[in-house]
Each structure stands twice: as structure tokens, then as C-alpha cells.
């Protein structure tokens, strides 16, 4: 992947409208742009470089994006937002989809794969969105809060890969959708090779029919009864050994349709590993894990174990997403910009993820705060260097390497007092509709 090109298919500089197209076609191909239709100020590309910018800039709003438009990139354009929203609505979803699964594999490819085509780390999570009635209609209120009191809860299940670091959105949904609801909806985008880690929603023997059909396989914590042993079972080690699921009927199986459960098999054979995890600070806990990797010479129960607590791993992507990059909150006020800017922060983290594979730096952690933040002064260095006609690829060089020389340090393990330390928000909760309130009441 030429660094040039990828800046400039990012829309972080203004090029002519054929090398714009011809960067876009070599970093990205196979992705859908809209052509055709009249010249505008705000075009596809760059109204998804400002979005970028808005992302790094920790979920800035649309006016800096119009400030950026004016200052660095030069363009003539109104201070006004409204041009820029409407663009934004023009950008397809699809594009951004593809672009970060582009960059995902291109840091896995970075990071080095081993025999499997993708090593992914599956779990829900929610944002927020603003209060409108097009948003209520596609995402209701969490339980609790009142008509007029809440926000819509936006539902999503989440890929993360365990080898370059990079994110997915599979499905999105409303919060009650439980997580192996969207598993089976999301089915239909597993590919051969692939493996699946994730928590108890995910095991079950549908799941790993499920599995088998794509030509992939799965890591899943195990519920207690799995520990329950057959007369049949066969004994790989201690707490190792090999057991079979029948098909039968529960609620994870009502989720599948009739006619594709009838190809299901009877029974499959799974492999159930139980250990006992020593974490200093913690008592120890005993888990159960169940996969469908069988060969213990290939596969040894350490390795597996080692991969399933890499999991964790999906729950500090979301406080990079939701708490660094501050996209708890969605300010979407329809389904389709919603949608828009969560795929946007997916691409904005995935570009940071595959400066941070750039690096090539193993057993170190880079920060997504720092990196953001370099990322994002170089982006305004950027329009500058190409009308200067300066080496975007060399720059970019230089932040991928100021990005690697910022290292996050292993703190020691500090003692906890058990007490709370969060203290309460000075500000009662709504109990009535917002356009109720007095003026004097709003802040």
C-alpha cells in the first residue's frame, strides 16, 4: 500500500479528481464510491477526511470540521454547517465498511498471521443517541427512564482481531437484542480459516454448527453444566477431554430458521478444557472452556487458554472507542448519520491501528489517546506538504515512527482501598419530558 495514495484516498489533501480516483482504486479496491452527479465543494472523499479529522479530534464537532475545511485544506466555503451536515448524509456506508475492513487487514497482515485467516474477539456493546423521534423508532429506551427522559440505546456486535488490533461493527440492533441473536444474523460474513473468541452468550451447539457451516472455529467460555462429563468422553490430559453435543431444542436454537437447523448434524464433538486461573490481587477461578480445535498436539491446552484471555482485549477497544475517543455518545439525529459517524469512528480506529502495525514494535502497547492525537496534527501538516509538493509518504513515515517511539510503560499493580471513590453528579435525573422543563431549569 503506497503511503501517498492512502492519505490521499483518506481525503486528507485535495488532489485532482482523476488521481483521487486512481488512489482510491489502488488502496481500496472493490470499494463502491458514488460517481457521477454534479461537482461539489464537500465530495465523497472529502467529507469522509473531515469525519476522520472530527474522530481524531475525539468526537469534535461539525464546525471544526468547516474550520479545518477553510483553514488547511483552503476551501471556499460558507462557516455555515449545513453544507457539510448534508454531505455527510451523502457519504455511502458501504464505503466506510469497506475502508476499515481494508486497514484491519492490512494491520493484521502487518502484524503477522499464523494459520488462521483471522483471529476475532466477539462481544456486544451500546451508545447512545440523540433524543429524536426517527432514532426512538429505530432504538428504544434502555428499561427505566420515562418517555421524553432517556436516549436511544444503539445496540452493535463488535469483531475485534487479536492480531492487528483492528475493529468491526458485525450488526447493529436495539439494546434488547441479545448478543447471540446478532452472532447468527451476522453469520452470513464468517469466513473459512476464521477464529471466533468470546464469552458464555456464545456457547452453545448451534454456535459451533454454525461454525462448522463457515469452515471456522470458536473459543467460548463454558456455562457450568459443561462440566458435567458423558461415559463416551475422551480424555486428552488433566482437565482436557473430548465430548459430544446433541441438537436439540432450546431458545438459542429458535434463532436459526427451521430449514437451515435441518442441516445441521446431530451431534458434533467438542473439546471442553477446565483450568484454574491465578491472578495476583484476585482469588482464583476456576473456568471452563469449550472449542473446536481437537488436536491437542497442534493446539495445546496452554495455547488455548492463552487465546480465550486475550479476550479482554475487546473491552479496552471499547473505552479507546467510547471514553478516549468520547463516542458514548452518538449526536446523530437519524438512523443513517448515526450509523454514519459509528463507522467513521471504526475507520478513524483502524487507521490508528495500522499506524501502530507500521511500527512493527511487539510486546508493547501503544496509547489510542497519543496516537489520535499525533495522527491528528499530522493530517493538518498534510494539505501544506502536498500543495508544496512535498513527500506525503516520508511525513507519514515520521508519524509512524514518533507513534512507535511512544511507548506506554508497565505501571505497577497499585493496592486498591475498597470503598467508593466516584462521587454522584450534582444534577438530579430527568423526571419529565425535556420541553417541560422551565428555562430557568436548562443550563
Not at 482504486?25 to 464510491?33: D, E, H, I, K, L
Not at 474522530?55 to 461539525?62: H, S, T, W
Not at 475492513?101 to 488462521?116: H, M, P, Q, S, T
Amino acid at each position: 500500500m503506497d503511503d501517498t495514495a492512502l492519505l490521499l484516498s483518506l481525503g486528507f489533501a485535495r488532489p485532482s479528481a482523476r488521481e483521487a480516483a486512481e488512489s482510491f482504486r489502488q488502496v481500496f479496491p472493490g470499494v463502491s464510491t458514488r460517481e457521477g452527479g454534479r461537482v461539489r465543494a464537500f465530495d465523497e472523499r472529502t467529507t469522509v477526511g473531515l469525519m476522520l479529522g472530527q474522530a481524531l479530534g475525539r468526537n469534535a464537532p461539525c464546525k471544526e470540521a468547516v474550520r479545518r475545511a477553510q483553514l488547511e485544506l483552503g476551501m471556499d466555503v460558507s462557516a455555515s454547517t449545513a453544507a457539510f451536515c448534508k454531505a455527510r448524509g451523502r457519504v455511502l456506508p458501504s464505503t466506510l465498511e469497506g475502508m476499515s475492513a481494508r486497514l484491519c487487514a492490512k494491520a493484521d497482515a502487518l502484524c503477522g498471521l499464523d494459520e488462521f485467516s483471522g483471529v476475532w474477539a466477539l462481544d456486544g456493546t451500546t451508545f447512545q443517541a440523540s433524543d429524536t423521534e426517527e432514532n426512538r423508532a429505530e432504538w428504544p429506551y434502555a428499561s427505566g427512564p420515562k418517555s421524553g427522559c432517556g436516549f436511544p440505546v444503539v445496540g452493535a456486535l463488535v469483531a475485534h482481531s487479536l492480531v492487528g488490533k483492528g475493529s468491526s461493527i458485525l450488526v447493529t440492533a436495539p439494546w434488547k437484542a441479545h448478543d447471540f441473536r446478532l452472532y447468527v444474523e451476522a453469520s452470513a460474513r464468517f469466513k473459512a480459516g476464521e477464529l471466533h473468541v468470546g464469552d458464555r452468550a456464545f456457547c452453545s451447539f448451534t454456535a459451533f454448527a454454525i461454525l462448522a457451516e463457515a469452515g471456522a472455529d470458536g473459543i467460548f467460555r463454558g456455562k457450568d453444566w459443561c462440566r458435567k462429563g458423558r461415559q463416551d468422553d475422551v480424555a486428552l490430559g488433566p482437565g482436557d477431554r473430548l465430548t459430544k453435543w446433541e441438537k436439540r431444542q432450546s431458545k438459542r436454537s429458535m434463532t436459526v430458521p427451521p430449514e437451515r437447523r435441518a442441516g445441521f448434524p446431530d451431534e458434533i464433538t467438542v473439546r471442553v478444557i477446565t483450568a484454574k486461573i491465578r491472578v495476583r490481587g484476585f482469588r482464583d477461578e476456576e473456568i471452563v472452556v469449550v472449542t473446536s480445535l481437537l488436536d491437542d498436539k497442534k493446539y495445546p491446552k496452554e495455547k488455548i487458554l492463552e487465546w480465550y484471555l486475550r479476550r479482554w482485549e475487546i473491552e479496552v477497544s471499547f473505552r479507546d472507542m467510547k471514553t478516549t475517543l468520547r463516542y458514548e455518545f452518538i449526536r446523530g439525529r437519524t438512523p443513517l448519520v448515526v450509523k454514519l459517524e459509528i463507522g467513521v469512528l471504526i475507520l478513524a480506529y483502524n487507521l490508528m491501528r495500522y499506524v501502530i502495525a507500521r511500527g512493527r514494535a511487539r510486546g508493547q502497547r501503544r496509547g489510542i489517546a497519543s496516537t489520535a492525537a499525533a495522527a491528528m496534527a499530522f493530517i493538518s501538516t498534510a494539505p501544506m506538504l502536498y500543495a508544496a509538493r512535498r513527500s506525503l509518504g516520508r511525513a507519514f513515515s515520521r508519524l509512524v515512527a514518533a507513534v512507535e517511539a511512544d511507548a506506554l510503560s508497565r505501571r505497577k499493580r497499585k493496592n486498591y482501598v475498597r470503598a467508593v471513590k466516584r462521587r454522584p453528579k450534582p444534577y438530579p435525573l430527568l423526571t419529565k419530558p425535556r420541553s417541560e422543563y422551565r428555562p430557568e431549569e436548562v443550563i
